[in-house]
């Protein structure tokens, strides 16, 4: 079974300024897709960025762009000038490629909690 | 619009009453998922629907049920609630193939007591 671990609870940044979040999986399958989602306060899951496995380029949507390491199992998100509106808990989610009941489902992360100070 | 709707999105009730929570999706999607999210524990999937009448358990099924009658509508079921049920729920659907994006319902947070 596929498990994607957070190792950080809560992040801070100042506006404007640069945040990494961490996110780490375990698999045995070769293609797949992983996810970061965002929860504000109103609990809307939102799907900030995607990565498909067979990819090498790393995805980017406006200031989030992630660092995707296949061989080291590591999916990051970055975030470029942090904003008030970044606040939010951020999940990294793996879904398998294979078309089928149990491995369409999502895996999720534990999730890490962004501040954003001004 | 697009969308994944689910009501109630809040709800207070007491231990063993049957409930309903609904799901509707308008994206003629064949794939649709419940998950719970509790704190520290991220989102486990409860159950799953494939497409019209195709369901399955997914990772914490115990005390849910399920039904898939239309393939927009795809319902979660509490026959008698317990209070470690209490959690905050969401509904998904997607395509079966294809972006495997899943979209999500608004959630809904329910207390038992």
């Known amino acids: 079974a596929q498990t994607v671990t957070q190792s950080q609870p809560e992040m801070s940044v100042q506006e404007a300024e640069t945040v990494t979040l961490s996110c780490t999986y375990d698999?045995?399958?070769?293609?797949?897709?992983l996810f970061w989602y965002k929860q504000p306060p109103s609990r809307q899951m939102i799907l900030v960025i995607r990565?498909?496995?067979?990819?090498?380029q790393n995805a980017t949507e406006n200031r989030f762009s992630v660092n995707f390491q296949k061989a080291a199992k590591s999916f990051s998100l970055k975030i470029s000038d942090s904003q008030l509106g970044d606040a939010a808990m951020y999940f990294c989610?793996?879904?398998?490629?294979?078309?089928?009941?149990?491995?369409?489902?999502?895996?999720f992360g534990t999730g890490t909690r962004l501040q954003v100070t001004l | 619009e697009a969308q994944v709707t689910q009501n109630p999105r809040y709800l207070i009730t007491v231990t063993g009453k049957k409930l309903t929570v609904t799901c509707s999706q308008n994206?003629?999607?064949?794939?649709m998922s419940w998950y719970r999210q509790d704190p520290g524990l991220g989102l486990r999937q409860i159950y799953y629907?494939?497409?019209?009448?195709?369901?399955d358990k997914g990772d914490v099924p115990e005390g849910y049920k399920v039904s898939r009658k239309e393939k927009r509508n795809f319902p979660l079921i509490l026959e008698s609630p317990s209070p470690n049920q209490t959690s905050l729920y969401f509904c998904?659907?997607?395509?079966?193939?294809?972006?495997?994006?899943?979209?999500f319902g608004p959630g809904t947070r329910l207390t038992v007591t």
């Open positions: 994206m003629n999607h064949e794939y």
């Open positions: 698999t045995s399958e070769s293609d797949y897709y």
């Open positions: 998904a659907s997607s395509l079966k193939e294809g972006t495997y994006e899943q979209y």
């Open positions: 990565q498909e496995a067979y990819k090498q």
């Open positions: 989610a793996y879904r398998s490629a294979v078309v089928s009941g149990t491995a369409s489902k999502l895996t």
């Open positions: 629907s494939m497409n019209v009448e195709v369901t």
